[in-house]
């Protein structure tokens, strides 16, 4: 099973707004159930940080859409490995909420990288304190 870890950018000045998050989730959890992919996202509607697993070749096949995606703009890979299992388990979105409280949302942050390896932890987290 292969995991991906990337981050992108939202194209424009504004980035996305949150309906368009919503619709680009929609959609991704319909391709992603389909294709056997799960993971996690992490936005602030203008960074995305995303972990992709599954098979090897679902898994490059949704990273290929979305780097032709034209929503999406200076996408790199933070990194690429085999995994035994799923270290995400079903597919989860971190996205701080309006008025949410930023140690309440940290500790949500925390959660849902608790059975990843050191590293993709230490991205997912610290990514998060620093988009804040």
Same mark, same amino acid.
């Given at each position: 099973?292969?995991?991906?870890?990337?981050?992108?950018?939202?194209r424009g000045e504004s980035g996305a707004d949150p309906s368009?998050?919503?619709?680009?989730?929609?959609?991704?959890?319909?391709?992603?159930?389909? /294709?056997?992919?799960?993971?996690?996202?992490?936005?602030?509607?203008?960074?995305?940080?995303?972990?992709?697993?599954?098979?090897?070749?679902?898994?490059?096949?949704?990273?290929?859409?979305?780097?032709? /995606?034209?929503?999406?703009?200076?996408?790199?890979?933070?990194?690429?490995?085999?995994?035994?299992?799923?270290?995400?388990? /079903?597919?989860?979105?971190?996205?701080?909420?309006?008025?949410?409280?930023?140690?309440?949302?940290?500790?949500?942050?925390?959660?849902?990288?608790?059975?990843?390896?050191?590293?993709?932890?230490?991205?997912?987290?610290?990514?998060?304190?620093?988009?804040?």
């Amino acid at each position: 099973m292969l995991q991906l870890v990337y981050v992108s950018s939202a194209r424009g000045e504004s980035g996305a707004d949150p309906s368009t998050v919503a619709r680009i989730l929609h959609v991704s959890r319909i391709n992603n159930s389909r /294709d056997g992919v799960t993971g996690a996202l992490y936005t602030d509607g203008k960074r995305f940080l995303q972990a992709l697993e599954g098979p090897e070749e679902a898994v490059s096949g949704a990273y290929a859409r979305i780097k032709t /995606d034209p929503r999406h703009q200076a996408v790199v890979t933070l990194s690429s490995r085999k995994v035994e299992e799923r270290e995400f388990g /079903d597919w989860a979105m971190a996205q701080r909420l309006p008025g949410e409280d930023e140690r309440h949302f940290m500790d949500r942050v925390s959660r849902l990288v608790k059975n990843c390896a050191p590293g993709v932890q230490a991205t997912f987290e610290s990514f998060a304190a620093i988009r804040r």
